[in-house]
């Protein structure tokens, strides 16, 4: 029984193409998240939605958009991928404090 | 930089011996503050939190102290196992939903 699943787990594409992620939590959480994790481990949040509604966007460029289309659901959509994208990208559900992370997608840019 | 970090990249421990991970945060108004625990090609998972209003906050085999003086946190595993080979995150938030995660310790329990 799966809480956070993302799909797909490894992502290896060509500069230039846009690619997306899909985010599934069954824990019945109101609030999801997507973190990027560069090669020296270091975690950063990217957005949050409650609801379906954006709640946190960081400096992030704007070839990233995510989708929420119901509660359950954070998709990542990223357009026109650099190779500065590499990284392992985690979604992540919460309850009040609580986060529960998904497995990453690592994501590699050719 | 980051308002939390940690002050040593790497902890090798023996099996067995306690453990002891560290982490400074700069921001005085965080309210509360969370240990992660990341293993090799996993998600980050949650070990344990603690409030501003408290000091000390234990679990199983893990106490988490804040000293907000120092502005001080760290994370102390009894009797660290193989199984506690991982990165270890230190994460504050201000609002319960933006964390701010520090850079990480990685922890090898020898054998």
């Known amino acids: 029984d799966t809480a956070v699943s993302q799909t797909p787990k490894y992502l290896v594409t060509q500069m230039g193409n846009d690619k997306s992620i899909k985010c599934e939590q069954n824990?019945?959480?109101?609030?999801m998240y997507w973190y990027k994790q560069d090669s020296k481990k270091f975690l950063k949040i990217m957005f949050s939605?409650?609801?379906?509604?954006?709640?946190i966007n960081e400096t992030v460029p704007n070839r990233f958009s995510p989708k929420s289309p119901d509660k359950a659901h954070l998709n990542l959509h990223i357009n026109s991928l650099e190779l500065g994208d590499s990284a392992v990208y985690f979604c992540?559900?919460?309850?009040?404090?609580?986060?529960?992370f998904g497995p990453g997608t690592r994501l590699t840019v050719l | 930089g980051e308002s939390v970090g940690l002050h040593l990249p790497t902890l090798s421990v023996q099996e067995g011996d306690n453990s002891i991970i560290n982490c400074a945060y700069s921001?005085?108004?965080?309210?509360?503050f969370i240990w992660y625990k990341q293993e090799s090609g996993k998600g980050p998972q949650f070990i344990i939190d603690?409030?501003?209003?408290?000091d000390k906050r234990q679990g199983q085999r893990v106490t988490v102290l804040l000293n907000k003086t120092v502005k001080h946190l760290s994370l102390q595993i009894a009797a660290t196992q193989p199984g506690d080979s991982a990165v270890y995150f230190c994460?504050?938030?201000?609002?319960?939903?933006?964390?701010?995660f520090g850079a990480g310790t990685t922890v090898t329990v020898r054998a």
């Open positions: 992540a559900s919460s309850i009040r404090n609580e986060q529960f």
């Open positions: 824990l019945g959480h109101d609030t």
């Open positions: 939605y409650n609801n379906k509604e954006l709640i």
């Open positions: 921001n005085s108004a965080s309210d509360y």
């Open positions: 603690i409030r501003s209003n408290m």
């Open positions: 994460a504050e938030t201000l609002n319960d939903y933006k964390l701010s």
